[in-house]
């Protein structure tokens, strides 16, 4: 199903993020980062995705506003009690 439209599914752990995508041409894409890396990117979720839409649209992507507009998001986390 293409919704014209980049999907995003968020995985927010304590050492990583992981950020998989499904691109509007059917493309599946995945990347991993530190979810905290201060000297790198302020967001690890913000970053995975300016990540993937520079990677597929081989175009820099600057603005947060410019990847909202073409993207459906879910965030996800497991929390764990003990």
């Known amino acids: ?3 014209g439209k980049f999907r995003f599914a968020i995985d927010r752990g304590g050492t990583f993020t ?3 995508a499904r691109c509007p041409n059917g493309k599946t894409c995945v990347m991993k980062l ?6 790198n990117y ?3 979720p913000r970053e995975g ?4 839409l520079q990677q597929v649209w081989l175009l820099p992507v600057f603005h947060y506003f410019q ?9 996800v986390t497991v929390i ?3």
């Open 1 to 3: 199903m293409s919704t």
């Open 18 to 20: 992981d950020v998989w």
């Open 34 to 39: 530190l979810s905290e890396d201060p000297a």
């Open 42 to 44: 302020p967001d690890a």
């Open 49 to 52: 995705i300016r990540r993937i």
């Open 67 to 75: 990847m909202l507009y073409y993207a459906e998001m879910m965030l």
């Open 80 to 82: 764990h009690w003990a």
